[in-house]
Each structure stands twice: as C-alpha cells, then as structure tokens.
C-alpha cells in the first residue's frame, strides 16, 4: 500500500523560506516518480516540481524556477520541496504524489498522471 505524508508547512511572510517534506511508504522514491502539486482556493491542482524517475531530469513550473528546489532523500525514503523567497501567489495547499507508471516528458506535469497522492500540507505567505 502506498501512502504518502507532507510536513513542513506553516505561515511566514513574503520572502521567507520553508522546506516541505513527503514521507513515503510502499514506493521507493529514488526510482519512483515524484511530484509536489498545489492547491489554492478556487483554483485547479497545478504542477510545482517533480522527477520522472531514477535519474530523471527535475522538471519545474515556470513561476517557481529558481526559487523552489526539488530533492529526494534515498535514506528516508522521502522528498523534499525547498521553498525560497516565498510570494503571496505562492500559497496553497501543496500536494505530494507519485505514480507506479512511467510519465514522459509530457505528462509528468499533469495531475491525472499520478495515481497516489498525500493529504496535503498548507502554506500561507502573509505579505
């Protein structure tokens, strides 16, 4: 059984930092795909970051390219978003995910990709 837990969010103000975690279980990250999504009122799911698989390229959304780094932990089986200079846009409820198929290039954005998905942890940018 897979599952998946994010930790690591909270309140800060603009231009903090936070780094979320997923703890997964029932998947190996490190040849797994992976992906943070997020979530905010009103809005659909969209792709943060995430990995195909074992050395795969990291794959980013444009309005989080270098400010958010996306990593894997092999020894805690695990992923982590690392989240800088953090925008009001910026919050939402952010989702971890992962998937027993192999995404290409173009499906690893896309929520319908994965099949497995964490119960989420909420991030509030206060300006």
């Known amino acids: 059984q897979v599952q998946l837990v994010e930790s690591g969010g909270g309140l800060v103000q603009a231009g903090d930092s936070l780094r979320l975690s997923c703890a997964a279980s029932g998947r190996t990250v490190r040849t797994s795909a992976m992906a943070w999504f997020r979530q905010a009122p009103g809005k659909e799911r969209e792709f943060v970051a995430g990995?195909?698989?074992?050395?795969?390229?990291?794959y980013y959304a444009n309005d989080v390219k270098g400010r958010f780094t996306f990593s894997r932990d092999n020894g805690k089986n695990a992923v982590n978003l690392q989240m800088n200079n953090l925008k009001t846009e910026d919050a939402a409820i952010y989702y971890c995910a992962t998937t027993f198929g192999n995404p290409i290039t173009s499906t690893v954005r896309k929520a319908s990709t994965y099949e497995f998905w964490g119960r989420g942890t909420q991030v509030t940018v206060s300006s």
């Open positions: 990995v195909k698989g074992l050395g795969g390229d990291i």
